[in-house]
C-alpha cells in the first residue's frame, strides 16, 4: 500500500513535465533524425524520399555551407578573445574599491538584458550614422565608415556587437572569480614588493583559472550558436559574408525549402556544439580535482 | 595627492561606462527629431521633445497588444516552468532509484541540443497535433507557452537539483510523521526554502523567453499575437528607412527592460553569476 502510494506522488510530481518535454524536446528530436536521411520540400502532400547518407556526403560539396562554417569559427575564435579581454578587462576596474565601482557595474552589464535582436537594430544606426560622423570628423575614413556594408568588415561589426552585449555578462563572472581571490595573498605580494603587472600575472591570473574556464566556453558556445544579432545587424549579408552556421540551416530549410538537407545539416550543428560543450564540461570537472 | 587620483579615477570608470552605454543614448535622442535635425548632427541634444514618433511606432508596432503578448507569454511560461521543475526535482532528489537517474541525465543531456536541430521537426509535430488531434498548439500563445516550458525544464530542473541535495532531509521526515501528504509536504515546508534558487531561475527565464525571437516567429503566425521582439522584426521590414521612427520604436521596446532592471538589479546580477557557474 505504501510503495503504491509512493509511485503514486512520484508520478503526480514529474509526469507533468516530463509529458510536456518529451512532446518538445525528445519527439522533435528523434524525428529530426530520421528527416536528415531524407529528401523533402516540406509540403506534406509530396512524397519523403529515402536517400540514405547522401545529405550527410553533399554538405562537404555545399561552398556556402562550407564558407558559412568558415565564418563561423572566425568569428567565433575573434569574439572569444574579444569578449574576454574586455569582460576581465571590466571585472578588475569595477573590482578596485573605487566609490563608483558598483554604478559601472550596473550600466556594464545592461546590454546583456537587451535582446540580440534589438541590438541589433540600435547598432545599424550607430554604424551607418555615427562610424560615418566619427570618419568625417577625424578624417580617419578608412577606420570609421559604415562596417556593415563591407564584406570583410561586416564580420568584425557583428564581432563588436556581440562583445559589446556579452562583455557585461563575463564580466559578473570574473569578479565571482576575482572576490575569491584571498586578500591575504595580495597584500603579502605588495610587501614583498611586487609591480601591479607582476601581481596580475603571477597571482591573480593564476586564481583566476577556474572563471576563466567557464568564461571561455560560455563564449565559445553562445559565439558558435549565434543567430539574433546576425539576423538584425547583417541579415547575413552583404553577399552572404556574415552568414552563420544557424543563419545557414535557417536559410537552408525555411529559405531554399530543403528540409531533408537542411535537417542534416542541423544534425552536424548540433555534433560540433555538443563536442564543444562536452569539452568544456571534461575540463572543467579534471580542473577541480585538481584545485 | 592621492585623493585627488582617486577621484579622477572615480570619475573616469563613471565615463567609460557612459561611453559603454553611449548607443542608448543615441537611440534616446534621436527617436525626438526630424529628418533634417536628424541627419545633421546625430549627437546631439534634441531642440524639443515631441512625441509625436513614439505615438506613430506604437501604433505601427502594434506595441500595446506586443507588450500584453510578451507579458502574458512570459509570466505564465515562468510560473509554470517554476511550479513544476520544482517539484520534478524535488522527486528526483528525493527518491533515490534508477528511473530517478535516468531521468535527471536525460534533462542533462539535452542541453547539448541546440534549437536549430530541433525546430523543423518540432514545428512538424506541433501543426500535425493541431490538425490531427484538434489541439490548438500551433500559432496560439498558450502553444507557446507550452514549448517554452519544454525548452527551459532541463536548464531549471538541473538548478533547483543541486539546490535541493543540499537541503537536510530530516524536516520533511518530521512533518511526514506528522501525517503531512507529499503535497503539504513540499509547498509548505520545501518551496518556502528554495527562494534563492527560485528567484535565479525566474530571472534567467524571464531574461530568455522575454527576448526570444526564433522560436515565437515559427509558431506564432497571426499578426494580433506578436511579441515585441517579432513586432521589432517586422516593424524594421517596413520601416527601416525612416530612422526617427525607428529609434522611438527601439526605445520603447528597451523600457521593458530597464524597469525590469531597476526593479530586480542586484538579483540580477547574483542569478546570472550563479546560473553561470553552475
Known amino acids: 500500500m505504501a510503495s503504491k502510494n509512493k509511485k503514486l506522488w512520484y508520478a503526480l510530481f514529474t509526469a507533468p513535465l516530463l509529458i510536456i518535454f518529451i512532446t518538445v524536446v525528445i519527439i522533435p528530436f528523434i524525428i529530426g533524425i530520421y528527416y536528415a536521411f531524407f529528401q523533402w520540400d516540406g509540403i506534406a502532400a509530396n512524397p519523403k524520399v529515402f536517400v540514405g547518407m547522401e545529405n550527410f556526403t553533399k554538405l562537404l560539396q555545399d561552398e556556402r555551407f562550407l564558407n558559412s562554417a568558415w565564418l563561423t569559427i572566425l568569428f567565433t575564435v575573434l569574439s572569444v578573445i574579444t569578449i574576454n579581454v574586455v569582460g576581465l578587462s571590466f571585472a578588475l576596474l569595477v573590482t578596485s574599491k573605487l566609490r563608483t565601482s558598483n554604478i559601472a557595474r550596473t550600466m556594464l552589464f545592461m546590454p546583456y538584458l537587451i535582446g540580440g535582436l534589438i541590438l541589433g537594430y540600435i547598432w545599424q544606426f550607430v554604424f551607418l550614422d555615427v562610424f560615418e560622423f566619427f570618419g568625417e570628423l577625424t578624417g580617419l575614413n578608412t577606420v570609421f565608415f559604415n562596417w556593415l556594408i563591407d564584406p570583410q568588415f561586416s564580420l568584425y561589426g557583428l564581432v563588436f556587437v556581440f562583445t559589446w552585449q556579452m562583455a557585461g555578462y563575463i564580466m559578473i563572472i570574473y569578479i565571482a572569480g576575482l572576490q575569491g581571490i584571498p586578500n591575504d595573498v595580495v597584500e603579502a605580494s605588495k610587501i614583498d614588493g611586487a609591480t601591479p603587472w607582476q601581481r596580475f600575472s603571477r597571482i591573480t591570473l593564476p586564481l583566476l583559472m577556474p572563471a576563466l574556464t567557464i568564461s571561455l566556453f560560455l563564449t565559445l558556445s553562445s559565439a558558435f550558436k549565434i543567430y539574433d544579432v546576425n539576423l538584425s545587424l547583417t541579415g547575413g549579408g552583404p553577399a552572404n559574408s556574415t552568414e552563420m552556421f544557424a543563419m545557414n540551416i535557417y536559410n537552408e530549410i525555411f529559405g531554399s525549402g530543403n528540409y531533408g538537407f537542411g535537417q542534416a545539416k542541423a544534425i552536424v550543428f548540433f555534433l560540433i556544439v555538443a563536442a564543444i560543450t562536452l569539452t568544456q564540461v571534461y575540463l572543467t570537472k579534471k580542473r577541480e580535482v585538481e584545485m | ?278
Open chain 2, 1 to 278: 595627492m592621492k585623493k585627488v587620483g582617486k577621484v579622477i579615477k572615480d570619475v573616469l570608470l563613471v565615463l567609460l561606462a557612459l561611453a559603454f552605454l553611449s548607443p542608448i543614448y543615441i537611440i534616446f535622442v534621436n527617436s525626438f527629431k526630424d529628418r533634417q535635425e536628424l541627419y545633421d548632427n546625430a549627437l546631439s541634444l534634441p531642440t524639443n521633445f515631441s512625441l509625436q514618433y513614439y505615438l506613430q511606432a506604437m501604433e505601427k508596432m502594434n506595441f500595446l497588444s506586443a507588450i500584453v503578448n510578451s507579458l502574458y507569454i512570459t509570466i505564465v511560461s515562468v510560473i509554470i516552468i517554476v511550479v513544476l521543475s520544482s517539484m520534478t526535482a524535488w522527486m528526483l532528489v528525493r527518491t533515490n532509484n534508477k528511473l530517478s537517474t535516468v531521468i535527471f541525465m536525460t534533462f542533462i543531456a539535452t542541453m547539448l541540443i541546440p534549437f536549430q536541430t530541433l525546430m523543423m521537426p518540432l514545428m512538424q509535430f506541433m501543426s500535425s497535433i493541431t490538425n490531427n488531434l484538434n489541439i490548438p498548439i500551433y500559432n496560439t500563445r498558450e502553444g507557446l507557452i507550452f514549448m517554452n516550458v519544454g525548452f527551459h525544464a532541463s536548464l531549471s530542473v538541473f538548478l533547483y537539483h543541486g539546490f535541493i541535495k543540499s537541503i537536510p532531509i530530516t524536516l520533511e521526515e518530521a512533518a511526514t510523521i506528522d501525517g503531512a501528504t507529499k503535497f503539504g509536504v513540499f509547498w509548505r515546508i520545501i518551496f518556502p526554502m528554495l527562494k534563492p534558487i527560485t528567484a535565479t531561475v525566474m530571472i534567467l527565464n524571464v531574461i530568455s523567453i522575454w527576448n526570444d525571437f526564433l522560436l515565437p516567429s515559427l509558431t506564432l503566425i497571426d499578426t494580433s499575437l506578436r511579441t515585441i521582439p517579432l513586432s521589432t522584426f517586422y516593424f524594421f521590414g517596413e520601416f527601416s528607412i525612416q530612422w526617427n521612427l525607428a529609434m522611438a520604436g527601439l526605445t520603447l521596446t528597451i523600457i521593458p527592460v530597464i524597469i525590469f532592471y531597476a526593479l530586480a538589479q542586484k538579483h540580477i546580477i547574483k542569478g546570472i553569476g550563479e546560473g553561470a557557474v553552475k
